[in-house]
């Protein structure tokens, strides 16, 4: 009986730690652990889980609905997430002295070795400010072979003092991504380094 009593008050006191969490509307900082902030205007769900470090992830309605990615200062030397396979899919790592116009290129090998992506086409490339930073802005499509739900992305990177912040959003391309990608504009005009 005392057994059941510490396994119940055990699993109570960790459903918090493993559970999603409202951002409400307003100042945020300390995005993905780093001196990225943002001022949201509506509701997003951060998710508990994390791909590494430096990653944070918020939806609307679940992550393969509408899912934005914050990596926030991923350091030189270090991949965009943590590697499942270090030996047999060793991922590309962020450089001091990456082209802006690599950051969607590090994206895309990122995805094909980690997330079983077998198509992916980066398909605008445009110069962007990310808080004042000279940065990318850059759209793509692609597909899960687990799912073969075809998604659409937006991104807007910078290199900043040797470390790379991009903001991602993706969606299906069939309605969720032409319904929410306004949301994730404004949430980007928003950011603060």
Known sequence: MRAAIYIALFSLSAAPALANSLVAPGPRAGIAKSGLSATPAGEWNRLSRSDGKNVELWTLDGDSLNKVTFFGGIAAGQPLVREVDKKNRPLRKVAADMLITDIPALLESTYRSQFAVNQMEIATQEPALLSGNKGIRFTYDFTR?????????EGVGAMVNGRLYLVIFEAPALYFFDRDVEKY???????KL
């Not at 504009?185 to 950011?191: E, G, K």
């Open 185 to 191: 504009r404004a949430l980007v005009a928003t950011l």
């Open 145 to 153: 072979a687990d799912d073969e739900v075809r998604r659409k992305g």
